[in-house]
């Protein structure tokens, strides 16, 4: 990352980093107790509903846009996975195959290429594995097998998303002050046991699509703008205070706004001018919600030109089946060759 870093100083060379989810191998996995990790790398397919608890995949490709330079500087490619439940699938007895022996999911993943992998961390899980200590366990395993990690709190015991933002119950009944020193400590906290387990990541998503705030009500927008700056600025600064000073974790704010440059423009223009300082943009590409590739290309091109700052498609999705464009026509095919 150092390089693009370099780079992006400069004002040459933005990297825009493509992640494809999937979950249809782990519905076969459970009802097969195995998943052949040769067809792994093929499912592209939605994460229905986004409130599920099986497992989601994502692939990383990187790409570069060279922006008004005849330079080219060398790159350092990311190629990783949403691995946030694979110690959950193995620890139930399901199994990951490549040609019909059975590997352990991290070694597989290594063994192809991959250098990076997403880990969600929810607050205080009910219904899903993701607390501290089951993910401070998966990156220690990963940080073992060589990989990179991106951290992506969403500030809730669940799913956090634009249509449901639900504060930790823990927090329950605090006032604005009260929630900003609850996210700084916790980001402090959490942090510093990952510090001290020797898994930091090497990157932090602060929230998870936050185009419509965080911890709602209070960090609801576009109604409480400054109280939401008060909680992504408490979350920065509590990383900040957890880490040392010599691996600090990069800072990503995730959108979902991957081909409407309209509402990116608006959220980062609005984020920026409250001083909040992050490295990185995340962003959601869904093609039935989101544009075409054209729109995606387009909004990349003005995020980058515009903030001067890497650019990372943290979600990116396509149906291996029939499901969003039943009846209407499809850019591609539903299908795994699709």
């Known amino acids: 990352m150092a390089k693009t870093d370099q780079c992006l100083k400069q004002g040459t060379v933005a990297s825009v980093h493509y992640i494809v989810t999937t979950d249809k191998l782990f519905k076969f996995a459970f009802q097969h107790r195995q998943i052949n990790m040769n067809h792994l790398i093929s499912f592209n397919t939605y994460l229905a509903g986004r409130s599920i608890s099986v ?55 290594r063994e192809h290429g991959y250098n990076w992998i997403r880990l969600r961390l929810f607050h205080t899980p009910s219904d899903l594995p993701n607390n501290l200590n089951y993910t401070l366990t998966l990156a220690k395993k990963a940080k073992e097998n060589g990989f990179k990690f991106l951290l992506d709190y969403h500030f809730s015991d669940t799913w956090a998303d634009p249509a449901k933002q639900f504060t930790p119950s823990a927090w329950t009944g605090m006032s604005h002050n009260q ?6 400590e916790y980001a402090r906290e959490t942090i510093k046991a990952f510090r001290e387990a020797g898994a930091m990541p090497e990157m932090v998503q602060i929230g998870n699509e936050v185009i ?42 995730h959108i979902d706004q991957g081909g409407n440059r309209n509402k990116t423009k608006y959220f980062f223009d609005k984020l920026l001018s409250y001083g909040i300082d992050f490295d990185f943009i995340g962003q959601s590409y869904y093609p039935w919600w989101h544009g075409s590739l054209l729109d995606l290309r387009s909004n990349m091109i003005f995020m980058a030109e515009t903030y001067k700052k890497p650019i990372i498609l943290v979600e990116v999705a396509y149906c291996s089946s029939p499901t969003e464009y039943k009846g209407k026509p499809a850019p591609f095919e539903e299908s795994p060759e699709g």
Request: aromatic share 10%; proline share 4%; hydrophobic share 45%.
């Open 55 to 109: 497992t989601a995949i994502f692939s990383i490709i990187v790409l570069t846009l060279i922006l008004k330079s005849s330079v080219l500087y060398g790159q350092e490619y990311a190629i990783g996975a949403d691995l946030s439940f694979l110690k959950n699938a193995e620890d139930k007895g399901f199994h990951f195959k490549e040609n019909d022996t059975v590997k352990p999911g991290l070694l597989i993943f």
């Open 179 to 184: 929630l900003v020193k609850a996210v700084f």
């Open 212 to 253: 419509n705030g965080m911890m709602w009500p209070d960090g609801k927008i576009p109604s409480n703008w400054d109280n939401f700056a008060d909680l992504i600025k408490a979350g920065i600064n509590g990383v900040n205070a957890g880490c040392d000073s010599m691996n600090r974790p990069k800072i990503m704010i």
